[in-house]
């Protein structure tokens, strides 16, 4: 691989510019999604990038209490975090740009590295409110990343394989993943949701009771990486389930047809509920997720061995 | 107990048209009876001063050039009125009433929402005189 | 309106054996003039009686002393000397406690003047009484005692002994604050 | 201030004046023993205007205005009462036409004022469609009043003597389309606030106040009558026209949060049937009567209820073009009471959800109540109170 195109898919196709693209426009439809069910007419088509570029020109305060290094670090950490993950991804209905033996693994990391520095990031001040939102946003990470991971990984034995586009290969062959395995699906996308902290699972930023959780005390460069990576994390999030669930991308067209369909019904599922508080939410995770789970993978192993 | 009793209606309004305009791209339509900015008819005002002395914002000032000739001169800042209409009924000739077309209380600088309502001539030289400790000469 | 009527009886006899001169400014009201003696006497028996609830406590400044001989409403069922010359020296605050029971009002009237204005406080009875009374001490200058004496509605730093409704005050500059 | 008290120690859990759940300055302060809340205190008067005393200054008509600024939500019933004691002082009767309007309106405030209190109840909560939902239907009362009145907020109705407006056939019909899509709102809403499984997992049982404590600590309103109290001014001391129009009183015996909303649901739909019952036998008369500039001397007393419980205004007048006192006693200082004497003994995490339950109206009322003070304290924020009690329940 010469250096041309890992320059060329680092910066350009998968990696940086069509990301940031692609996210807002997936952010701008999620809060359109969401304000329409609401009866509400929703923001304009360019409301995400106007957000993120009137905070990138915002002065970034650090403030007092709080390790100036880490401050200005973890956001840049969380963001390549997930742009690292998306590189293994088959983003837009095209083969990912690396691909190797047990990447599935390497992605979910990589995807609970961002979760795991907005806990950090809050952790670090002395402000109470981001405190309450990392002890809320770790509490949530935890409950939510093994039930997210063992549904990954139904569809990921039935390939028999932890390459992700090889999965993507077999689920784009063989009968939809959803239709033999619902229950994994189910558990996957409240899952993703969890992970993404969308309502009803977002305590850790409840704007009623603690501002904005871990990022209370972000302005400016920091509160644009986490916005920007958060929203990445659900255009990430929507093409695994997808690949694994939906029959797998082959094209730019049937990308945008799943992950658009999932985004309805993720943006259907926001404004449903209220919010849970975070005990509710973890109780209800570890009772019922993890189990359906656990029942989803024992179900696969079963059948292989009889079949 | 039901999961997301919502939902019928979640769904139904994805496809009714949202019920917020983007107002002040599109207008927003008044009633015909709102109480907007306050319009005075010099031909009708007989000088009693009720409105000034019953308005609870002090937002009516009226000056008497001329009792007899009925001139007068109304000195009205919309920026401390509150549209509550007590100048009108207090008003024994019906000259105030209230615009229900304007409405909308947007200026760059305070000067905008001072009103001199009156005869040309009238305005001009209660502002010619304008000097300070004006406001008790003209009783 | 009949049974208003028979609210407001029943509760006259309550205060009759105390010897509590009553009249009915109007047809849904009950006046009772108290004394800081008896306050306490009276608030125990209205409670034991479950007649109605506190309603609030109201305070009026009367600012201009007044002679003995003067007929005015005031001061007609004072009897104690000290409280009389107190009140031709100084201004008095006179003190309504409303209790209500269906339409009927009974209005507990106490008469304090500037110089001797403690009373007790009726919030044991009445858990309620303790925001009303603390109004009152801030806004009227009455000593209560037996509840926490601190700030309420006036920011910490309220100039001492200035009390905003009273008519002598008119506003923060002549009372000494910057 | 920040000394860190020993275990045993009690410490006390300041919160606000600005807190991120009521939008409006209230500064609490819970001393803890443990898990369970010992005592509370409310320090208000953040919003303290002095309202009271500015009367003193103003003549009998301006003070209507300033008084019907004491409060947002409830403006028509602050100048109500207010202009039904200066006509019993003045001794003026006012037209049969006029007394009803002013009812009318009373009662399409109450509408608006319940209505924007669920829609803000269900923000808390985190139901924010159901807030968007409930906000959208709230604007069809408001264009009603709106359409009577020319105002949306402070419509100003009442005069000394009478009321501003009249009501003609085309408004009556206008009220009742809107009346009728709002009561099949409502009854969606009950709908969904009694079987909705995440919102009851937040108001059910919390906060129980049993009758006794609502009596004895005077508690008024939808609150007092969540907890099988009957207290609503509206039957027991009719005024206006209630006399000829009368209400049913809602109550429930359950005492709980979900109590006190399906209270205020049910009298909504009192409320329906009494703007209906009012639109259908609208007396004849002229809408203003002529009262004096100088009201004669003479004090009264005049109750009547807001949405939020009793509202009490003493008047008292030497005669003058000025009042001589005017003393307000809002609905919601008597529910302070109440509810922070309830909440002791109860849990942490379940206080933010009862301090929005009794409608807490800040700017109605710049009071406060001293119940337990203890003197050593630990600053922690509105956040640190919810999470304190979170962990509580895991």
């Given at each position: 691989?010469?250096?041309?195109?890992?320059?060329l898919n680092?910066?350009?196709?998968?990696g940086?510019?069509?990301?940031?693209?692609?996210?807002t426009?997936?952010?701008w439809?999620?809060?359109?999604?969401?304000?329409?069910?609401?009866?509400?007419?929703?923001?304009?088509w360019?409301?995400?990038?106007?957000?993120?570029?009137?905070?990138?020109?915002?002065?970034?305060?650090?403030?007092?209490?709080?390790?100036?290094?880490l401050?200005?670090?973890?956001?840049?950490?969380?963001?390549?975090?997930?742009?690292?993950?998306?590189l293994?991804?088959?983003?837009?209905g095209l083969?990912?740009a690396?691909?190797?033996?047990?990447?599935?693994i390497?992605?979910l990391?990589?995807?609970?590295?961002m979760?795991?520095?907005?806990?950090l990031?809050g952790?670090?001040?002395i402000?109470r409110?981001?405190?309450i939102?990392a002890?809320r946003t770790?509490?949530?990470?935890?409950?939510?990343?093994?039930?997210?991971?063992?549904?990954?990984l139904?569809?990921?034995i039935?390939?028999?394989?932890?390459?992700?586009?090889?999965?993507n290969?077999?689920?784009?062959?063989?009968?939809?993943?959803?239709?033999?395995?619902p229950?994994?699906?189910?558990?996957?996308?409240?899952?993703?949701?969890?992970?993404?902290e969308?309502?009803?699972?977002?305590?850790?930023?409840?704007?009623?009771?603690?501002?904005?959780?871990?990022?209370?005390?972000?302005?400016?460069?920091?509160?644009?990486?986490?916005?920007?990576?958060?929203?990445?994390?659900?255009?990430?999030?929507?093409?695994?389930?997808?690949t694994?669930?939906?029959g797998?991308?082959?094209?730019?067209?049937?990308f945008v047809?799943?992950?658009?369909v999932?985004?309805?019904?993720v943006?259907?599922?926001?404004?449903?509920f209220?919010?849970?508080?975070?005990?509710?939410?973890v109780?209800?995770?570890?009772?019922?997720?993890a189990?359906?789970?656990?029942?989803q993978?024992?179900?696969?192993?079963?059948?292989?061995?009889?079949? | 107990?039901?999961?997301?009793a919502?939902?019928?209606?979640?769904v139904r309004?994805?496809?009714?048209?949202?019920?917020?305009?983007?107002?002040?791209a599109?207008p927003?339509?008044?009633p015909d009876?709102l109480?907007?900015?306050?319009?005075?008819?010099n031909?009708?005002?007989?000088?009693?001063k009720?409105?000034?002395?019953?308005?609870?914002?002090?937002?009516i000032t009226?000056?008497?050039?001329?009792?007899?000739?009925?001139?007068f001169?109304?000195?009205y800042?919309e920026?401390?009125?509150?549209?509550?209409?007590?100048?009108?009924?207090?008003?024994r000739?019906?000259?105030?009433?209230m615009?229900?077309?304007?409405?909308?209380?947007a200026?760059?600088?305070?000067?905008?929402?001072k009103?001199?309502y009156?005869?040309?001539?009238?305005?001009?030289?209660?502002l010619?005189?304008e000097?300070?400790?004006?406001?008790?000469?003209?009783? | 309106?009949e049974d208003t009527?028979?609210?407001?009886?029943?509760?006259?006899?309550?205060?009759?054996?105390?010897?509590?001169?009553?009249?009915?400014?109007?047809?849904y009201?009950?006046?009772?003039?108290?004394v800081p003696?008896?306050l306490?006497?009276?608030?125990?028996?209205?409670?034991?009686?479950?007649?109605?609830?506190?309603?609030?406590?109201?305070?009026?400044?009367?600012?201009?002393?007044?002679?003995r001989?003067?007929?005015?409403?005031?001061?007609?069922?004072i009897q104690?000397?000290?409280?009389?010359?107190d009140?031709?020296?100084?201004?008095?605050?006179?003190?309504?406690y409303?209790f209500c029971?269906?339409?009927?009002?009974?209005?507990?009237?106490?008469?304090?003047?500037?110089?001797?204005a403690?009373?007790?406080?009726?919030?044991?009875?009445?858990s309620?009484?303790s925001?009303?009374?603390?109004?009152?001490?801030?806004?009227?200058?009455v000593?209560?005692?037996?509840?926490p004496?601190?700030h309420?509605?006036?920011?910490?730093d309220?100039?001492?002994?200035v009390y905003?409704?009273?008519?002598?005050?008119?506003g923060l500059?002549?009372?000494g604050?910057h | 201030?920040?000394?860190?008290?020993?275990?045993?120690?009690?410490?006390?859990?300041?919160?606000?004046?600005?807190?991120?759940?009521?939008k409006e300055?209230?500064?609490?302060?819970?001393?803890?023993?443990?898990?369970i809340?010992?005592?509370?205190?409310?320090?208000?008067?953040?919003?303290?205007?002095?309202i009271?005393?500015?009367?003193?200054?103003?003549?009998w008509?301006?003070?209507?205005?300033i008084?019907?600024?004491?409060?947002?939500?409830?403006?028509?019933?602050?100048?109500?009462?207010?202009?039904?004691?200066?006509e019993?002082?003045?001794?003026?009767?006012?037209?049969?036409?006029?007394?009803?309007?002013?009812?009318l309106?009373?009662?399409?405030?109450?509408?608006?004022?319940?209505?924007l209190?669920?829609g803000?109840?269900a923000h808390?909560?985190?139901?924010?469609t159901?807030?968007m939902?409930?906000?959208?239907?709230r604007?069809?009362?408001?264009?009603?009043?709106?359409?009577?009145s020319?105002?949306r907020?402070?419509?100003?109705?009442?005069?000394?003597?009478?009321?501003?407006?009249?009501?003609?056939?085309k408004?009556v019909?206008?009220?009742r389309k809107?009346?009728?899509?709002?009561?099949?709102?409502?009854?969606?809403?009950?709908?969904?606030?009694?079987?909705?499984?995440?919102f009851l997992?937040?108001?059910e049982?919390?906060g129980?106040?049993?009758?006794?404590?609502?009596?004895?600590l005077?508690?008024?309103g939808?609150?007092?009558?969540a907890?099988?109290?009957?207290?609503?001014?509206?039957?027991?001391?009719?005024?206006?026209?209630?006399t000829?129009?009368?209400?049913?009183?809602?109550?429930?015996?359950?005492?709980?949060?979900?109590?006190?909303?399906?209270v205020?649901?049910?009298?909504?739909?009192?409320?329906y049937r009494?703007?209906?019952?009012m639109?259908?036998n609208?007396?004849?008369?002229?809408?203003?009567?002529?009262?004096?500039?100088?009201?004669?001397?003479?004090?009264?007393?005049?109750?009547?209820?807001?949405?939020?419980g009793e509202?009490f205004?003493y008047?008292?007048?030497?005669?003058?073009?000025?009042?001589e006192?005017?003393?307000?006693?809002?609905p919601?200082?008597?529910?302070?009471?109440s509810?922070?004497?309830v909440?002791?003994g109860h849990?942490?995490a379940?206080v933010p959800?009862?301090?929005v339950g009794?409608?807490?109206?800040?700017s109605?009322?710049?009071?406060?109540i001293?119940l337990?003070?203890?003197?050593?304290?630990?600053?922690?924020?509105?956040?640190k109170?919810?999470?304190y009690?979170?962990?509580?329940?895991?």
């Amino acid at each position: 691989m010469n250096t041309l195109t890992t320059f060329l898919n680092l910066l350009i196709f998968p990696g940086g510019l069509f990301l940031l693209i692609i996210s807002t426009v997936y952010e701008w439809v999620d809060r359109k999604l969401v304000a329409r069910y609401q009866n509400r007419v929703g923001p304009r088509w360019f409301q995400p990038v106007a957000d993120i570029v009137k905070l990138l020109a915002k002065e970034e305060i650090i403030p007092n209490g709080v390790r100036a290094e880490l401050f200005i670090g973890l956001p840049a950490v969380a963001l390549a975090a997930i742009l690292a993950s998306a590189l293994y991804t088959p983003m837009f209905g095209l083969q990912p740009a690396f691909s190797f033996r047990g990447d599935l693994i390497v992605v979910l990391y990589l995807l609970s590295a961002m979760t795991l520095s907005l806990g950090l990031a809050g952790a670090n001040t002395i402000d109470r409110f981001s405190l309450i939102g990392a002890t809320r946003t770790l509490t949530q990470l935890f409950s939510y990343e093994a039930p997210f991971l063992l549904a990954l990984l139904g569809p990921a034995i039935v390939a028999g394989t932890w390459q992700i586009n090889e999965i993507n290969a077999y689920t784009g062959t063989h009968l939809w993943i959803l239709i033999t395995q619902p229950v994994g699906f189910l558990v996957a996308l409240i899952g993703l949701m969890g992970k993404l902290e969308l309502p009803p699972f977002d305590a850790p930023e409840a704007e009623t009771e603690i501002v904005s959780g871990a990022l209370t005390e972000y302005s400016g460069r920091g509160l644009a990486l986490f916005r920007i990576g958060k929203d990445i994390e659900l255009v990430i999030g929507l093409t695994l389930i997808s690949t694994f669930y939906l029959g797998g991308l082959s094209n730019p067209l049937w990308f945008v047809l799943k992950t658009g369909v999932l985004l309805v019904v993720v943006a259907g599922l926001q404004s449903l509920f209220a919010r849970l508080r975070i005990d509710q939410t973890v109780g209800l995770w570890w009772r019922i997720g993890a189990l359906l789970a656990l029942f989803q993978l024992l179900a696969i192993i079963v059948l292989r061995l009889v079949l | 107990m039901k999961i997301g009793a919502l939902l019928g209606d979640v769904v139904r309004s994805l496809f009714k048209s949202p019920a917020t305009i983007n107002y002040p791209a599109e207008p927003a339509q008044a009633p015909d009876n709102l109480r907007g900015k306050l319009i005075w008819d010099n031909r009708r005002c007989t000088g009693c001063k009720l409105c000034m002395n019953d308005c609870p914002a002090n937002a009516i000032t009226l000056h008497i050039i001329d009792r007899k000739e009925k001139r007068f001169v109304m000195e009205y800042y919309e920026n401390s009125c509150i549209f509550c209409a007590q100048c009108v009924h207090s008003c024994r000739s019906e000259a105030l009433r209230m615009s229900n077309t304007v409405w909308e209380l947007a200026a760059l600088h305070q000067e905008d929402f001072k009103y001199y309502y009156g005869k040309q001539e009238d305005v001009k030289s209660l502002l010619a005189n304008e000097a300070p400790g004006f406001a008790g000469a003209d009783d | 309106m009949e049974d208003t009527q028979k609210t407001l009886d029943t509760a006259d006899e309550l205060l009759k054996p105390l010897g509590i001169p009553t009249n009915r400014p109007e047809d849904y009201r009950l006046d009772a003039s108290v004394v800081p003696a008896n306050l306490l006497e009276v608030a125990k028996r209205i409670k034991e009686a479950h007649w109605g609830y506190l309603s609030t406590i109201t305070g009026l400044d009367h600012p201009e002393p007044e002679s003995r001989e003067s007929k005015d409403r005031q001061w007609r069922h004072i009897q104690d000397e000290a409280m009389l010359d107190d009140l031709e020296s100084s201004g008095a605050v006179e003190i309504l406690y409303h209790f209500c029971c269906g339409a009927a009002v009974l209005s507990l009237r106490l008469l304090v003047s500037y110089s001797h204005a403690t009373i007790p406080t009726i919030s044991n009875l009445f858990s309620s009484a303790s925001l009303y009374e603390m109004e009152l001490a801030e806004m009227f200058g009455v000593r209560i005692q037996g509840i926490p004496q601190e700030h309420l509605l006036l920011p910490e730093d309220w100039p001492k002994n200035v009390y905003p409704l009273r008519k002598s005050f008119h506003g923060l500059k002549e009372s000494g604050r910057h | 201030m920040n000394h860190k008290p020993s275990a045993d120690e009690k410490f006390i859990i300041p919160i606000g004046p600005q807190h991120p759940a009521l939008k409006e300055p209230g500064h609490f302060e819970f001393s803890v023993d443990g898990e369970i809340v010992t005592g509370a205190t409310v320090r208000l008067g953040y919003a303290h205007r002095g309202i009271e005393k500015a009367t003193e200054e103003r003549s009998w008509q301006q003070n209507a205005y300033i008084l019907e600024r004491i409060c947002g939500i409830c403006s028509h019933i602050h100048a109500t009462a207010y202009t039904i004691g200066v006509e019993r002082l003045a001794g003026v009767t006012i037209s049969p036409r006029a007394n009803t309007i002013r009812t009318l309106v009373a009662e399409l405030e109450r509408v608006h004022s319940h209505m924007l209190w669920w829609g803000v109840a269900a923000h808390e909560g985190g139901f924010d469609t159901l807030f968007m939902y409930t906000w959208r239907d709230r604007e069809t009362i408001m264009d009603i009043l709106e359409n009577l009145s020319g105002n949306r907020v402070n419509y100003s109705a009442n005069l000394l003597g009478g009321v501003k407006f009249d009501i003609d056939q085309k408004q009556v019909d206008m009220i009742r389309k809107g009346i009728d899509f709002l009561e099949e709102r409502t009854h969606y809403y009950y709908q969904v606030i009694t079987t909705d499984e995440t919102f009851l997992g937040r108001t059910e049982n919390i906060g129980t106040m049993t009758r006794e404590q609502a009596e004895s600590l005077g508690s008024v309103g939808p609150t007092a009558r969540a907890s099988g109290v009957e207290r609503d001014i509206r039957v027991n001391a009719p005024y206006a026209a209630y006399t000829d129009f009368l209400i049913k009183m809602i109550t429930d015996t359950a005492g709980d949060l979900k109590a006190r909303f399906v209270v205020r649901l049910k009298e909504l739909f009192e409320s329906y049937r009494l703007i209906r019952e009012m639109l259908d036998n609208l007396p004849e008369g002229e809408l203003v009567v002529r009262v004096p500039r100088r009201i004669p001397e003479g004090e009264t007393i005049s109750r009547v209820e807001a949405p939020r419980g009793e509202l009490f205004y003493y008047l008292a007048s030497k005669g003058g073009d000025k009042p001589e006192r005017i003393k307000v006693r809002t609905p919601t200082l008597p529910n302070w009471s109440s509810v922070l004497s309830v909440i002791v003994g109860h849990k942490l995490a379940d206080v933010p959800m009862m301090l929005v339950g009794i409608d807490p109206c800040f700017s109605c009322n710049d009071r406060m109540i001293t119940l337990q003070r203890k003197d050593n304290s630990d600053v922690w924020t509105w956040a640190k109170l919810r999470q304190y009690g979170i962990d509580y329940y895991k």
